[in-house]
């Protein structure tokens, strides 16, 4: 059975950075896809980022490339978001999430395994 526990979120100030991690465990590193997803109160979750576990490529969502960064230690089965420069408007909800398929997707439908979800704030 496929765990995924979501760490790191906070309260910061506009301008602040976080790092948030989510440990998986029962889970085939082999050939799957992690994201991360957010949502705030009111808003549509969004597809932030994905990255693959074989050979580290990521992709970004336009609305946080080049402020965030997706990474993954595969001995350690965690997956990281960082993220720098945060704006009120990157407060939510943020989870991660698995897709065991070789094929990208930024839908939320297609990733099948979840996390809590961890809340970020960000205060202007």
């Known amino acids: 059975q496929v765990r995924l526990v979501e760490s790191g979120g906070g309260s910061v100030e506009a301008g602040g950075s976080l790092t948030l991690s989510c440990a998986a465990s029962g889970l085939s590193f082999h050939t799957r896809y992690m994201g991360w997803f957010r949502q705030a109160p009111g808003k549509e979750g969004e597809w932030l980022a994905s990255?693959?576990?074989?050979?580290?490529?990521?992709f970004y969502a336009d609305s946080v490339k080049g402020r965030f960064t997706i990474s993954q230690d595969i001995a350690k089965a965690t997956v990281y978001l960082r993220m720098y420069d945060l704006k009120p408007e990157d407060t939510a909800m943020y989870y991660c999430?698995?897709?065991?398929?070789?094929?990208?997707?930024?839908?939320?439908?297609?990733?099948?395994?979840w996390g809590q979800g961890t809340q970020v704030t960000v205060s202007s």
């Open positions: 990255i693959y576990s074989g050979g580290d490529t990521t």
């Open positions: 999430a698995n897709r065991s398929s070789w094929m990208l997707s930024r839908l939320a439908g297609d990733y099948r395994a």
